[in-house]
């Protein structure tokens, strides 16, 4: 999970320059809450717009955000706190199982040190088994565990 999570993750960890808004919610498990706190940050994403894009250019970066708001089924596939990332080239809303503010940010790269907490509660490991003819080596984390080689100890001289 942890490679998966680095490969999720890296576009937003090393995306820079150009807006970058970032935004976290807490699921409280109501959708009407979730809902709130979407509208609220659509509001704060516009008015720190503003001064800095045209309309036009404004109203398309935040349709993403709309979308949201007037279909949350989505969000009911979201059972822990959501992070959503958007920039001109990426949109993305992901669970993240670790407890975050509700907050919401605009820079020129992404607000990520919930997800650092996120990716260091998932570590990996190396596993060996060892059985009477047999030794086996796996890889694994929190989500999956993985057979890398197995050995037999028979025909091995002593």
Known sequence: ???????????????????????????????????????????????????????????????????????LKDFDKLKTNI??????????????????????QLGTSYHIKPLLRLMQTDPEFVLIGVEKDFAHLYFGNQDSLRLLDSLSFTGLSK
């Open 83 to 104: 992070g959503i990332f958007r920039s001109p080239d990426l949109f993305r809303v992901l669970n993240v199982p670790v407890s975050v503010e509700p907050i919401c």
């Open 1 to 71: 999970m942890i490679i998966s999570k680095r490969m999720t993750l890296k576009p937003l960890l090393e995306s820079f320059g150009s807006f970058h808004f970032t935004a976290y919610l807490v699921n409280r498990g109501f959708e009407e809450d979730l809902k709130n706190q979407l509208r609220k940050i659509i509001a704060k994403a516009h008015h720190w717009l503003t001064p800095v894009m045209p309309p036009q250019d404004r109203i398309k970066f935040l349709d993403p955000l709309n979308f949201l708001l007037a279909d």
